[in-house]
């Protein structure tokens, strides 16, 4: 019943969301989704992953405006490869857990974490570190292996993507903290707050075989968005992503975007790989379709360096 | 000795070896480290025996133990280690639950015909074509198959089930785990043998191990010479038959104070049974009169024993007929040969070997095993085959090459598989959604763990996949990821022979650590 409820008044939301959009674009639709802070992004430079969080969500008025006390949370993590954590092929597990704790501190009733992973998820979830780590901050920890996990959802005004099905865990949480890794990506060139997403649903192959760019984007229409996407730029992997072969393929960046803007986001991760925005085409295909701001310019960005 | 405990200890330990056997199978968490498995397997005589023969070394000599246990105490293996026999022990009880009558056994003459032919005819098999008889008929390995193909799909449905409702209540400690079933005709023998097992032994007790098991046969022959047997004191004994009603082998001829030890799987029912103390387990005094077709059938031990020993070099001067190419075509895929997991060294080689235990599959943290029907001709019928529509063979994985308890797959450090290349990824252009629908797809290489299929600039701002053989090791993620229909574009072609796979080498990229933020 509480389901169907979110469902309904979630439908309401996208129809009140796409009513603002005809009217006013999307920069009064995002204006509300914003915390109050003065700032769009806060890039923080030269510390430990956990360190760089605790100074870039203070920038942005702290986990508490992003979060009301007893609410659920959802962090979304790249738990996509059987990996270990030094050669950064999934987000970096003293993040995840410090985000968990801010999450804590701020009152959230409930954190879950979870991936719908590409390699064995046991393993994936394992070797990331990020289970252990999740766990120790007390995060329960979701299973996304199984088709039963997952309920279909609509995407109105999709282009290729209508419909997907997504992890009941996202259906079932008030706020979702989007956290993916900065990598280099064979076919879409990188990968990001964006990309992330194909982690929530179960039929990817149906991305792929259906111009995966745009499903990318199109996804991003779904109501449920990310309050905050936290960008892990600590290892980077800028070649034979998104899995990597050997420590060669990653480089030292020491950094960190947050944004809740994730189309801003994956903008200013394509710069830190030095890679012009255009090639990554989700990118231009989201902010044509007013789902997020790619000039970098036009935005309010704190630099914060170490 | 004669008292009960003899039976109570035996359904003890025997209780113990089958919740182990029980466990090792539906182990689908793997929770249990290999080298439990491999302890427990260490005792099981044919996975033993092919290891040794391959191996030729004391980590393979359980079988050896074996024998020797046999020859000191008859066919104690029977009722004390083997899993099917075990679970044949339970099923009679359940039989004798459903009708008394069918665990009321009485002598029987045996079926000596039929048993010494089977054994002859699996030495026979087994020494000139191969596998098939001993794949069929092994103990061990029909038990495994049961357990596999009947038994952990029920466990996991409860699993299921448990996990269904844990996750109501918002605990994720169980985790649902997708039923994958295998093709339906990959479940004709295993369903005929489970069917025959369960019946006989519900209603006729061990008619199974003394009618169509080799290895039961085998030792009952060994047990001839064994030196503890079940006796008869005939002084005490008042002919009242319970002792005969209770054996499951129906080898008790009570009024002729006869036990047919060739049968007696050393259960220890009619000890305790009988009230007079009539019978008893111990050394035997071999009586006065000689049994005159004792020295052939010793040569027969002899000479199976001898037999079965060269069977692994006459087998080896077999020609195997090698699984036929499949006809070229343009879109479809062509797999020439099938894929055989890491460590079989080559798919003759481990035809050769493997029994169907299907432990193996059991294992696969991936499910990519799966029983093979006519990938590998009819002498892997059973056989695991890597099947890439299925799953994919996880990289940092060893798990199958562990638990093989007959070495028809070798142990692989971490390393080496890494480097084993099972089959090479053959990419078919004309079924790629880059080139057929002219947008970004790429799952192929994104699965990549070595990047021998990697993307290559096409039209436009579009990449298309290539595959470089020598750093490719055939893990089949490429194919299980690539979303066409119903051909893949991209497939594993099986290395008939494994070869090794190059390193895949990486130089330092150009990009360095920024000083600045770029935006």
């Given at each position: 019943m509480?389901r169907?409820?979110f469902?309904?008044?979630?439908?309401?939301?996208?129809?009140?969301a796409g009513?603002a959009l005809?009217?006013?674009?999307?920069?009064?639709l995002?204006m509300?989704?914003?915390?109050?802070?003065k700032f769009?992004?806060v890039?923080v430079m030269?510390?430990?992953?956990?360190a760089?969080?605790?100074?870039?969500?203070?920038?942005?008025g702290?986990m508490?405006?992003f979060?009301?006390?007893?609410?659920?949370?959802l962090?979304?993590?790249?738990?996509g490869?059987?990996v270990?954590?030094?050669?950064?092929?999934?987000?970096?597990?003293?993040?995840v857990?410090r985000i968990?704790?801010?999450?804590f501190?701020a009152?959230a009733?409930?954190?879950?974490?979870?991936?719908?992973?590409?390699?064995?998820?046991?393993?994936c979830?394992?070797?990331?570190?990020?289970?252990?780590a999740?766990?120790?901050?007390?995060?329960?920890v979701?299973p996304?292996?199984?088709?039963?996990?997952?309920q279909?959802?609509e995407?109105?005004g999709?282009?290729?993507?209508?419909s997907?099905?997504?992890?009941q865990?996202?259906?079932?949480t008030?706020?979702?903290?989007?956290?993916?890794?900065?990598?280099d990506?064979?076919?879409?060139r990188?990968t990001?707050c964006?990309?992330?997403?194909?982690?929530l649903?179960w039929d990817?192959?149906?991305w792929?075989s259906?111009?995966?760019?745009?499903c990318?984007?199109?996804?991003?229409?779904?109501?449920?968005k990310p309050?905050?996407?936290?960008?892990d730029c600590?290892?980077?992997?800028v070649?034979?992503?998104?899995?990597?072969?050997?420590?060669?393929d990653?480089v030292?960046?020491q950094?960190?975007?947050l944004t809740?803007?994730?189309v801003?986001?994956?903008?200013?991760?394509a710069k830190?790989?030095?890679?012009?925005v255009?090639?990554?085409?989700y990118?231009?295909?989201?902010?044509?379709m007013?789902?997020?701001?790619?000039?970098l310019?036009s935005?309010?960005?704190?630099?914060?360096?170490m | 000795?004669?008292?009960s405990?003899?039976?109570?200890?035996?359904?003890?330990?025997?209780?113990?070896?089958?919740?182990c056997f029980?466990?090792?199978?539906?182990?689908?968490r793997?929770l249990?480290?290999?080298r439990?498995?491999?302890?427990?397997?260490?005792l099981?005589?044919i996975?033993?025996?092919l290891?040794?023969?391959t191996?030729?070394s004391?980590?393979?000599?359980?079988?050896i133990?074996?024998?020797a246990?046999t020859?000191?105490?008859?066919?104690?293996?029977?009722?004390f280690?083997?899993?099917l026999?075990?679970?044949?022990?339970l099923?009679?009880?359940?039989?004798?639950?459903?009708?008394?009558k069918?665990?009321?056994?009485?002598?029987?003459?045996?079926f000596?015909v039929?048993?010494?032919s089977l054994?002859?005819?699996?030495?026979?098999v087994t020494?000139?074509?191969?596998?098939?008889?001993?794949?069929?008929?092994d103990p061990?390995?029909i038990?495994?198959?049961n357990?596999?193909?009947?038994i952990?799909?029920?466990?996991?449905?409860?699993?299921?089930?448990?996990?269904?409702?844990l996750?109501r209540f918002?605990?994720?400690s169980?985790?649902?785990i997708?039923?994958?079933?295998?093709?339906?005709?990959a479940?004709?023998?295993?369903?005929?043998?489970?069917?025959?097992v369960?019946l006989?032994?519900?209603?006729?007790?061990?008619l199974f191990?003394n009618?169509f098991?080799?290895?039961?046969?085998?030792?009952g022959?060994l047990?001839?010479?064994s030196?503890?047997?079940?006796?008869?004191d005939?002084?005490?004994?008042?002919?009242c038959?319970?002792c005969?009603?209770?054996?499951?082998?129906?080898c008790?001829?009570?009024?002729?104070?006869?036990?047919?030890?060739t049968?007696?799987?050393?259960?220890?029912?009619c000890?305790?049974?009988c009230?007079?103390?009539?019978?008893?387990?111990?050394?035997?005094r071999?009586?006065?009169?000689?049994?005159e077709?004792?020295?052939?059938?010793?040569?027969?031990i002899?000479g199976?024993?001898?037999?079965?020993?060269?069977?692994?070099?006459?087998?080896n001067g077999?020609?195997?007929?090698?699984?036929?190419?499949?006809?070229?075509?343009t879109?479809?895929e062509?797999k020439?040969?099938p894929?055989c997991p890491?460590g079989?060294l080559?798919?003759?080689?481990f035809n050769?070997?493997?029994?169907a235990c299907?432990?193996c599959?059991?294992?696969c943290?991936?499910?990519v095993?799966?029983p093979?029907?006519k990938?590998?001709g009819?002498?892997?019928?059973m056989?695991?085959?890597?099947?890439?529509?299925k799953?994919?063979?996880?990289y940092?994985?060893?798990?199958?090459?562990?638990?093989?308890p007959?070495?028809?797959?070798?142990?692989?450090?971490?390393?080496?598989?890494?480097?084993t290349?099972i089959?090479k990824?053959?990419f078919?252009?004309?079924?790629c959604?880059?080139?057929?629908?002219?947008?970004?797809?790429?799952?192929c290489s994104e699965?990549?763990p070595?990047?021998?299929?990697?993307?290559?600039?096409y039209?436009?701002?579009?990449?298309?996949p290539?595959t470089k053989?020598?750093?490719?090791?055939g893990?089949?993620?490429?194919?299980?990821?690539?979303?066409?229909?119903?051909?893949k574009a991209?497939y594993?072609d099986?290395?008939?022979v494994?070869?090794?796979a190059?390193?895949?080498e990486?130089?330092?990229?150009e990009?360095?650590?920024?000083?600045?933020?770029?935006?």
């Open positions: 509480k169907r409820d469902l309904k008044t979630s439908v309401g939301a996208g129809l009140a009513a005809s009217l006013g674009g999307y920069d009064k995002w509300p989704a914003s915390s109050g802070s769009d992004m890039a030269g510390g430990n992953p956990d760089m969080f605790d100074l870039g969500i203070q920038e942005l702290g508490g405006a979060i009301q006390k007893g609410q659920k949370v962090i979304k993590p790249n738990i490869w059987d270990i954590p030094e050669l950064a092929a999934n987000t970096n597990p003293l993040l857990k968990i704790e801010h999450c501190k009152g009733k409930e954190v879950y974490v979870f991936d719908h992973t590409c390699d064995n998820w046991v393993n979830y394992k070797n990331s570190g990020i289970e252990k999740a766990k120790s901050a007390g995060a329960k979701v996304a292996n199984s088709e039963s996990y997952y279909k959802i995407i109105p999709g282009v290729k993507l209508q997907a099905k997504v992890h865990v996202l259906l079932e008030d706020v979702f903290i989007n956290v993916p890794i900065l990598k990506h064979s076919s879409t990188m990001c964006l990309k992330n997403t194909m982690g649903v990817r192959g149906y792929h259906n111009d995966l760019n745009q990318i984007a199109d996804f991003a229409l779904y109501e449920k309050a905050l996407n936290v960008i600590y290892n980077v992997m070649k034979h992503g998104p899995q990597g072969v050997s420590k060669e990653i030292l960046m950094s960190q975007i809740t803007d994730w801003a986001g994956d903008a200013a991760a830190m790989m030095k890679m012009p255009e090639k990554i085409e990118i231009p295909m989201a902010h044509k007013g789902l997020g701001n790619m000039n310019e935005l309010n960005i704190k630099r914060i360096k | 000795m004669r008292s405990l003899l039976r109570r200890f035996r359904i003890i330990f025997s209780t113990f070896i089958f919740i029980i466990l090792v199978f539906i182990d689908f793997s249990i480290p290999t439990y498995t491999n302890l427990l397997l260490y099981q005589f996975p033993s025996f290891k040794f023969t191996l030729q004391v980590a393979a000599g359980g079988f133990a074996v024998l246990l020859i000191l105490t008859g066919r104690t293996y029977c009722s280690l083997c899993p026999g075990i679970g044949q022990d099923t009679s009880r359940i039989g004798g639950r459903i009708k008394k069918f665990r009321r056994y009485g002598y029987k003459k045996p000596t039929l048993r010494y054994l002859a005819i699996t030495l026979i020494m000139l074509w191969g596998m098939y008889m001993i794949t069929l008929l061990y390995s038990f495994g198959r357990m596999t193909y009947f952990k799909p029920l466990v996991i449905i409860l699993n299921n089930f448990l996990a269904g409702i996750g918002d605990i994720y169980l985790s649902n997708p039923v994958k079933g295998f093709t339906l005709i479940y004709s023998i295993p369903a005929a043998f489970f069917t025959l369960v006989l032994s519900l209603t006729k007790g061990r191990c009618m098991c080799p290895v039961g046969t085998f030792f022959l047990s001839k010479v030196l503890f047997r079940i006796k008869f005939e002084s005490k004994c008042t002919r038959g319970r005969s009603m209770r054996c499951k082998s129906s008790i001829d009570f009024l002729n104070h006869d036990v047919d030890i049968r007696c799987v050393d259960c220890f029912n000890v305790t049974i009230q007079d103390k009539a019978l008893s387990y111990g050394i035997v071999f009586k006065k009169k000689v049994h077709t004792d020295e052939s059938k010793r040569k027969l002899i199976s024993a001898l037999l079965l020993l060269g069977v692994s070099r006459a087998a077999q020609v195997k007929t090698a699984p036929k190419p499949k006809k070229d075509s879109v479809k062509s020439t040969f894929v890491p079989g080559s798919i003759a080689e050769k070997y493997c029994t299907s432990l599959i059991n294992a943290p991936n499910n095993l799966q093979a029907f990938q590998y009819i002498s892997g019928m056989q695991p085959v890597m099947d890439y529509h799953s994919f063979c996880t940092n994985c060893t798990v199958c090459t562990e638990v093989c007959t070495s028809a797959l070798r142990p692989l450090v971490l390393e080496a598989k890494k480097l290349q089959g990824a053959k078919i252009k004309d079924n959604i880059v080139k057929t629908e002219k947008t970004a797809c790429g799952a699965s990549c070595t990047k021998a299929v990697h993307m290559i600039p039209e436009g701002n579009l990449v298309i290539e053989d020598d750093i490719c090791i893990c089949g993620h490429c194919e299980y990821a690539c979303p066409t229909v119903p051909y991209i594993v099986g290395n008939p494994h070869l090794a190059k390193k895949p990486n130089v330092q990229s990009i360095k650590t920024p000083v600045e933020f770029p935006f």
